[in-house]
């Protein structure tokens, strides 16, 4: 599954350099391993046009690992 995402400039740019390989989200899609995230630089205002293409390599969504409920800790891999 393919899932469109917000991104913020400063964090966008680590995905990119490869020094971000995690993303922490609310799991409201049922975000997956294997699922592909198109990552969209977003300033607050306006889409840049950048995007990125990730996919979801690990996952950790378990309240006894610190999680809050409903949110999950993604490891992601770059694709593009």
Do not use: Q
Not at 25 to 37: C, S
Not at 41 to 55: A, F, H, P, Q, T
Request: proline fraction near 2%; charge should be positive; include cysteine.
């Amino acid at each position: 599954m393919e899932h469109e995402l917000k991104i913020y400039p400063k964090y966008f740019e680590d995905v990119i350099s490869g020094k971000k390989t995690f993303e922490v989200r609310k799991n409201d899609r049922k975000f997956n391993i294997g699922d592909i995230l198109i990552l969209k630089e977003w300033d607050n205002i306006r889409y840049s046009g950048k995007l990125c293409n990730v996919i979801i390599t690990y996952m950790i969504d378990d309240k006894f690992a610190g999680i809050m409920p409903g949110y999950a800790v993604l490891g992601i891999k770059l694709l593009n």
